[in-house]
């Protein structure tokens, strides 16, 4: 089976070309490719697939194998290798207001729906960045889901061993859970992030953020990844930090995200309610898995 490695700020994964390739049980295959050790290291599997009603269609697998919804990071790179493989082209412009317009543009199946992104081209003919409609954000608790009391969570307080945070959720077609805190280097991030993923609250489990807000046009976070563990970024994390810092008061609807990865230019449009994520792709390297 080939393989394309491919990353958005670090955020790695393992993409098949389903248009050519057939995968059997991606689950499995997700959990033995994504090994750091015995496999080829990566935060899991995603499948580039063929669509009847977008360009491509995108199957995410975490490295414990669960099927996700979404992943930001990983749709960039799933219209960059569409674009730079040939695989679907189009001329038709991407416009975002207050953004600018991108030349290029394609539609991407997920569970979320199918999204549009406009493609920005380097010198070379391929993708150098790429800018998602990642749709509306979701809010009302039993959607996230989450089983709060209340209609939203926003600015809750939440105990764990002893600690009381104040959380808000936000669901970006995958649940998150984003807490804002003052000292980033306080958060013990492996514990606490895995016990915050698999609390009652979240019957489907939660994706956890700490996110330190600088002023109100950036903030720093990080992540504690629903199946994957820590993780150098994650696009629909960073998506759902920048709403609720905009429900919370601490930052203004256009916002740069700083990540261990790299950086995200987010922008929660009032005009149609969605958020827009810009950001690198990256091929790293292609070869054969020789256990399909």
């Given amino acids: 089976m080939e393989f394309t490695k491919m ?14 390739e057939t995968v059997e049980n991606p689950a499995d295959l997700a959990v033995a490719v994504s090994n750091r050790h015995f496999g080829i290291g990566s935060d899991g599997l995603i499948l580039i697939c063929p669509s009847d009603i977008a360009d491509a269609k995108m199957r995410m697998f975490n490295a414990d194998g669960s099927e996700a919804q979404m992943c930001g990071n990983g749709i960039r790179c799933v219209a960059k290798y569409c674009y730079d493989h040939d695989l679907a082209r189009t001329d ?22 199918v999204l549009t992104l406009g493609l920005d081209i380097d010198e070379n003919d391929t993708v150098s960045r790429v800018c998602v409609n990642m749709g509306q954000p979701i809010l009302e608790a039993a959607r996230i889901p989450v089983a709060a009391d209340s209609e939203t969570v926003i600015d809750q307080e939440l105990a764990i061993e002893g600690q009381t945070l104040s959380m808000t959720c936000v669901s970006m077609g995958n649940p998150h859970a984003v807490f804002f ?25 939660v994706n956890v953020h700490f996110v330190k807000a600088v002023n109100p046009d950036q903030f720093v976070m990080q992540t504690w990844e629903r199946g994957s563990g820590i993780t150098l970024a994650c696009g629909t994390g960073a998506c759902a930090c920048a709403v ?24 929660w449009c009032e005009q149609d309610n969605c958020v827009y994520m810009t950001g690198p792709a990256t091929e790293v390297f292609s070869g054969t898995w020789p256990k399909a």
Avoid: K, M, W
């Fill in 92 to 113: 038709t412009e991407f416009s975002v207001p207050g953004l600018g317009t991108f030349p290029s543009s394609l539609q991407i199946e997920t569970q979320r729906g």
């Fill in 181 to 205: 805190c003052e000292d980033l280097h306080q958060i013990q991030l492996a514990h606490t992030g895995e016990l915050i993923e698999h609390h009652d609250l979240f019957p489907e489990r």
């Fill in 7 to 20: 990353h958005g700020l670090g955020n790695d994964y393992v993409y098949v070309n389903c248009f050519e």
């Fill in 244 to 267: 609720a810092g905009v429900l919370t008061g601490r930052c203004q609807r256009q916002v740069t995200a700083h990540l261990p990865g790299g950086d995200l230019e987010l922008y």
